[in-house]
């Protein structure tokens, strides 16, 4: 009897891995905050209520108003730095999810395969024009407000980009072959990284308000 031969998962332990961290990374940005406003805010702490639910979830919301009230008051640096993660990390999962769905269909309500002549012309090229444009913009402009919604777009075309960075390494369409995982992982530890340079900046700020009280 023939032996049925096992299929290998397409995405390996180091795919995995990056995963894990890129999911810690951002969860210790959103979950640093909560943390600190459950402490300073209104919500009463674990040890101080049997409803620990009802007080995480007062928390949460104290620290989406805080984190609306901190958005307008930061820095325009502080501002573009969150905007370009958070558009990144939208902007992947979107694309790799529409991606998937578009795998046996034709179209989904405005999304549909482009193609130009026999060419098909993948997310990644709106996403080059997306990033070099916003980045030129960024350069000659001397608009400090501007530059958030420039890491908008720049973020965007950054996730529009790495998701299909194995295309442009292998220099063909091997978006759903093994081959196609390395821009999974590059796109992972990217995001690992601008997580953690978010909550890097984060604790460098409270560093100078302790060391550096009057700069």
């Given at each position: 009897?023939?032996?049925?031969?096992?299929?290998?998962?397409?995405?390996?332990?180091?795919?995995?891995?990056?995963?894990?961290?890129?999911?810690?990374?951002?969860?210790?940005?959103?979950?640093?905050?909560?943390?600190?406003?459950?402490?300073?805010?209104?919500?009463?702490?674990?040890?101080?209520?049997?409803?620990?639910?009802?007080?995480?979830?007062?928390?949460?919301?104290?620290?989406?108003?805080?984190?609306?009230?901190?958005?307008?008051?930061?820095?325009?640096?502080?501002?573009?730095?969150?905007?370009?993660?958070?558009?990144?990390?939208?902007?992947?999962?979107?694309?790799?999810?529409?991606?998937?769905?578009?795998?046996?269909?034709?179209?989904?309500?405005?999304?549909?395969?482009?193609f130009l002549g026999r060419r098909h012309i993948h997310h990644f090229v709106p996403g080059i024009l997306l990033t070099f444009?916003?980045?030129?913009?960024?350069i000659a402009t001397r608009g400090e407000r501007l530059k958030p919604k420039l890491a908008l777009a720049f973020g965007t075309?950054?996730?529009?980009?790495?998701?299909?960075?194995?295309?442009?390494?292998?220099?063909?369409?091997?978006?759903?072959?093994?081959?196609?995982?390395?821009?999974?992982q590059i796109t992972l530890a990217v995001t690992a990284l601008l997580a953690s340079l978010v909550l890097a900046v984060r604790?460098?700020?409270?560093?100078?308000?302790?060391?550096?009280?009057?700069?």
């Amino acid at each position: 009897m023939a032996l049925r031969c096992r299929r290998r998962p397409l995405y390996g332990r180091g795919t995995t891995g990056l995963a894990i961290v890129a999911g810690i990374s951002s969860l210790a940005v959103i979950g640093n905050e909560v943390a600190r406003v459950w402490r300073r805010g209104s919500a009463p702490l674990p040890t101080e209520t049997p409803h620990v639910l009802g007080a995480a979830e007062e928390a949460v919301a104290e620290t989406v108003t805080v984190a609306v009230a901190g958005y307008q008051r930061a820095s325009e640096r502080e501002n573009a730095l969150l905007n370009l993660f958070s558009s990144f990390v939208i902007t992947f999962l979107s694309a790799r999810g529409i991606a998937y769905l578009l795998r046996d269909r034709s179209s989904l309500g405005p999304f549909r395969d482009v193609f130009l002549g026999r060419r098909h012309i993948h997310h990644f090229v709106p996403g080059i024009l997306l990033t070099f444009a916003a980045g030129s913009v960024a350069i000659a402009t001397r608009g400090e407000r501007l530059k958030p919604k420039l890491a908008l777009a720049f973020g965007t075309g950054m996730g529009l980009t790495l998701d299909e960075s194995a295309l442009l390494l292998e220099l063909d369409d091997v978006y759903w072959r093994r081959e196609g995982v390395v821009g999974v992982q590059i796109t992972l530890a990217v995001t690992a990284l601008l997580a953690s340079l978010v909550l890097a900046v984060r604790l460098l700020r409270r560093g100078e308000a302790v060391v550096l009280p009057d700069a």
